[in-house]
């Protein structure tokens, strides 16, 4: 009995449903792609040496599996206030509450098993396309076909669905522990009138304002009150006031937004305001979990491709003071080159500047800390003229003048105080001023860490009495060569010792690229499905309304007029949850970086709006065309109930 009044509800409302399987066949099928891609034995062993595939996939599944637990739930709790009046026909006909959740359990276990079954040929179809994506772009000696997944993934797959069945049994008990009053109104009651509450819509936005203020004093450092307070309990406190203010935000101060916008004659006079706004209020209110949810779970999703595609091209960028030229010998007692390996160089290489610098290793009688780990009983001394030379060939700024008895210290960290006040002495008797210090290195730290900038006439005083502490390296550089593998190759062919940015480079791509794949591969797929749930919300809200566009027909809203109502309804679902996520998202990429990234480094503003540029390219296609495809659907769905009309 029980299959049979399923089965005929189900048939009964084949439209509505039908929205809801295809979602569900869509959720599943991603879950289903990201377990495909931490079980495919081949592209797992591929990549053994550079990520750990597994457990980064497994912890993509765990917030991925609470986010599917999510969208559960609160479709379930939209489809048992859609049926409300049925549940009080059918206890007033006798059903008790066991037979009720046996009942609503047996339909959405139909539905759930449909959308698992259909999930696995569609899940994998996605998976091949990202795994010949990934083989070709990595450039993965892998073949395309066949695919080889291990049975876990499907295990995984099927217990999703056993868990959902799970969590669907529960929330219909726990819904149907009402009494008969509240069943039947549950739709009535879910739409009472909101209470106008400005201040807790205000207490909403400042919190959300503190919270960015944290992130934003991240800037700081090492002067930030993350850094003097300690890091934990400032990010529990950014993190509790981030949420806390998107909760209060989407409550309260949406909702007075809208009242404000009503209130403007001019703004709800509108010919599409005046029908939108008025039940705006009531839907966001309706939807605050949901937009709540799905713009927290967006902000993370910014903020988490954001500081993969930091961690990849930060590394690249720092790769430009650890190794400034394209590639230079070995630090050695003779020079390197040959002339005519250095006419060579400049023949195959025209644009190409060789520069040879001397260095002298001059012994000093105090210790000199670099760091608390490097201390030096030496200084590496390279004369102005030569600093300079190395400096134009790498773009960088040159040294205007060094004072007799005075030297500049290349600093080794990154750092804005200049001022060094410290004077060291040779074991020969010279004293040297070590006054100012540079960020701007122009000799690898491969070769030399205690580098001083002297005064050309201090230098060749010092390379006369260090006569046998003289070395010599040869740098190469040139523009747009830093990823020229073409350079290194060359000099494996003279079988010269050197240091190349170009290998080093491509080390760091190869080494975080998979990472940085798979993080972005999860996290459009996270964009996927946030953007579905948006979908089928808005397909779904506007399903009882229907009648509502025909009676805007009847009073004269043509074809373009309906479209602008329907675009702009649709927009309150959809812009809260971008904005509010790109907002908080950018602002956590800001601070963030400065966890990563020293605060001195030239490009840091560029790698931080490139990332920012990144994800909006990630983003805004994937929520706009799914934005547009909700409007056009939802347009179609009003043609078709309101007949020729609006053909």
Same mark, same amino acid.
């Given at each position: ?155 995984? =797959? ?89 909760? =209060? ?204 900038? =002297? ?43 050197? =240091? ?148």
């Amino acid at each position: 009995m029980l299959m049979d009044l399923s089965l005929a509800d189900l048939k009964q409302k084949s439209k509505l449903y039908l929205v809801y399987v295809c979602s569900q066949i869509l959720i599943f099928s991603l879950f289903f792609a990201i377990q495909c891609f931490g079980n495919d034995s081949v592209i797992v062993t591929r990549l053994a040496d550079n990520a750990n595939i597994k457990e980064m996939a497994r912890l993509i599944s765990v917030f991925y599996t609470i986010f599917v637990l999510f969208y559960f739930i609160y479709f379930n709790n939209f489809f048992m206030r859609q049926k409300s009046e049925e549940l009080g026909i059918y206890s007033i006909l006798g059903f008790s509450d066991r037979k009720l959740i046996n009942l609503f359990w047996l339909e959405n276990t139909i539905l759930i098993l449909i959308g698992v079954i259909l999930a696995v040929p569609l899940g994998l179809g996605i998976y091949a396309l990202i795994r010949t994506w990934l083989i070709k772009f990595l450039g993965l000696d892998i073949a395309v076909w066949p695919i080889a997944i291990g049975l876990k993934a499907y295990f995984s =797959l099927g217990s999703l669905g056993i868990i959902t069945v799970i969590i669907t049994y529960l929330e219909l008990v726990w819904i149907l522990k009402k009494n008969l009053v509240e069943i039947v109104n549950l739709q009535v009651i879910q739409d009472k009138k909101i209470k106008k509450r400005p201040v807790i819509a205000w207490v909403g936005i400042t919190t959300l304002l503190i919270a960015y203020g944290l992130l934003i004093d991240l800037s700081q450092r090492p002067n930030d009150i993350w850094d003097k307070v300690g890091f934990m309990p400032i990010a529990a406190l950014t993190a509790i006031l981030l949420i806390g203010g998107t909760v =209060l935000t989407i409550n309260y101060s949406l909702p007075q937004l809208i009242d404000y916008l009503l209130k403007n004659k001019q703004v709800s006079y509108g010919q599409k305001n005046n029908v939108v706004l008025p039940r705006m209020q009531h839907r966001i209110r309706n939807k605050s979990q949901l937009i709540t949810v799905i713009g927290l779970l967006f902000s993370l999703s910014v903020v988490t491709l954001g500081i993969t595609a930091i961690t990849l091209s930060y590394p690249k960028e720092a790769m430009k003071r650890v190794m400034p030229a394209t590639l230079e010998t070995i630090l050695a007692k003779k020079k390197a080159l040959s002339p005519s390996q250095t006419e060579s160089i400049k023949k195959h290489f025209p644009a190409a500047t060789v520069t040879d610098v001397e260095i002298v290793r001059v012994p000093i009688k105090e210790q000199l800390a670099i760091t608390n780990k490097l201390i030096y009983q030496h200084l590496d001394a390279i004369s102005l003229t030569e600093y300079n030379s190395l400096a134009i060939a790498e773009g960088k700024t040159k040294l205007k003048q060094v004072p007799v008895g005075q030297g500049v210290l290349v600093n080794y960290y990154a750092s804005l105080n200049h001022r060094v006040d410290k004077r060291v002495n040779s074991t020969k008797g010279d004293q040297i001023y070590l006054k100012n210090s540079t960020n701007n290195n122009v000799i690898a730290f491969g070769n030399s860490v205690a580098i001083v900038v =002297l005064n050309d006439g201090l230098f060749t005083n010092l390379q006369k009495k260090y006569a046998d502490s003289n070395f010599y390296l040869t740098s190469i550089n040139g523009k747009n060569m830093r990823d020229n593998m073409a350079i290194p190759k060359y000099f494996d062919h003279l079988q010269l010792k050197y =240091l190349s940015s170009a290998k080093r480079n491509k080390e760091i791509v190869t080494a975080n690229s998979p990472t940085f794949l798979l993080i972005s591969i999860a996290t459009v797929l996270f964009f996927i499905s946030i953007s579905t749930i948006l979908y089928f919300t808005a397909k779904l809200e506007v399903a009882p309304v229907l009648s509502e566009y025909q009676t805007l027909i009847q009073l004269g809203y043509g074809k373009r007029e309906i479209i602008k109502v329907v675009m702009l309804e649709i927009s309150w679902l959809f812009v809260p949850t971008l904005v509010l996520g790109l907002i908080s998202g950018f602002l956590g990429i800001y601070g963030a970086s400065y966890m990563i990234m020293d605060t001195v480094t030239k490009s840091n503003w560029q790698i931080i709006f490139g990332t920012m540029r990144f994800v909006l390219y990630v983003t805004i296609p994937v929520y706009l065309c799914v934005y547009l495809l909700a409007c056009r659907s939802v347009f179609g769905d009003i043609r078709r109930f309101v007949g020729k009309v609006l053909i």
